[in-house]
T-cell receptor, first 113, second 111 residues
Framework: DTAVSQTPKYLVTQMGNDKSIKCEQN?????MYWYKQDSKKFLKIMFS???????INETVPNRFSPKSPDKAHLNLHINSLELGDSAVYFC????????????FGSGTRLTVV | GENVEQHPSTLSVQEGDSAVIKCTYS??????FPWYKQELGKRPQLIID?????GEKKDQRIAVTLNKTAKHFSLHITETQPEDSAVYFC??????????FGAGTILRVKS
């Protein structure tokens, strides 16, 4: 029973397209995140929601829009995809990130061609 | 905001030797420091963590030390095995609501 699940696992799409990545957690955590991992493996935070409320919105292009319909789900929609958006996107959740860290999803490898 | 620096970026050791990865952080208010292991093509997974009121923590072959005064913490892996080969990330908790990660260390254990 997967704790944090993301779909799809792989996504190959053309420049200019719009795509969505979905994330669900069954851990009962209040906080969920999106991180981007680039080709150099660097993990950079993009967004965070706590109980459906946006609490962190890092410097990310407006083409990226998160949506949290409830505290167990956090989706990421990307408009007008660019080559530079190619990366692995990880969803994560935490009950108390200041004391217990994160549980990560399996990642979505996005390739823009 | 918090900034975490991690060294070395790559580390090669012979099987059975020890490996040490070091991180420094900038925000003295940070109080939680986890370490994650990411195998090729997999998700990062928490392997050990330490809070600021503790100086050292050990779990079998892995240990973490924290020096709050100097604002640095380290991961120690003893008796390394080929399955320890992975990317290791340190992190620091900023404002208690997010983790800021180091750039990662690629550890290769040669058999």
């Amino acid at each position: 029973d997967t704790a944090v699940s993301q779909t799809p696992k792989y996504l190959v799409t053309q420049m200019g397209n719009d795509k969505s990545i979905k994330c669900e957690q069954n851990l009962g955590h209040d906080t969920m995140y999106w991180y981007k991992q680039d080709s150099k493996k660097f993990l950079k935070i993009m967004f965070s929601y706590n109980n459906k409320e946006l609490i962190i919105n890092e410097t990310v292009p407006n083409r990226f829009s998160p949506k949290s319909p409830d505290k167990a789900h956090l989706n990421l929609h990307i408009n007008s995809l660019e080559l530079g958006d190619s990366a692995v996107y990880f969803c994560a959740s935490s009950q108390d990130p200041g004391r217990r860290g994160y549980t990560f999803g399996s990642g979505t490898r996005l390739t823009v061609v | 905001g918090e900034n975490v620096e991690q060294h070395p970026s790559t580390l090669s050791v012979q099987e059975g030797d020890s490996a040490v990865i070091k991180c420094t952080y900038s925000d003295s208010a940070s109080n939680y420091f986890p370490w994650y292991k990411q195998e090729l093509g997999k998700r990062p997974q928490l392997i050990i963590d330490i809070r600021s009121n503790v100086g050292e923590k050990k779990d079998q072959r892995i240990a973490v030390t924290l020096n709050k005064t100097a604002k640095h913490f380290s991961l120690h892996i003893t008796e390394t095995q080929p399955e320890d080969s992975a990317v290791y990330f340190c992190a620091a908790s900023e404002y208690g609501n997010k983790l800021v990660f180091g750039a990662g260390t690629i550890l290769r254990v040669k058999s």
